[in-house]
């Protein structure tokens, strides 16, 4: 299950397609080094996600 204090790193780890999940929320900058130390609500956050709607994506 992947949770908002996981790390982007953690979360592609966890799950293969993440990267292109979260990249199609808006997030372009999965692999840079600093996005890989944030968490996902920080990320979410940044980028103006809505965190709900990426998670339930995320554990879709």
């Not at 992947?2 to 999940?21: L, N």
């Not at 979410?44 to 998670?55: C, I, P």
């Amino acid at each position: 299950m992947i949770t908002k204090d996981m790390t982007i790193r953690e979360v592609v780890m966890a799950k293969q397609e993440a990267a292109e999940i979260l990249m199609t929320f808006g997030m372009g900058c999965v692999g840079c080094p600093s996005a890989q130390m944030e968490t996902l609500e920080e990320a979410a956050a940044v980028h103006g996600m809505n965190l709900d709607n990426l998670l339930a994506a995320l554990n879709k």
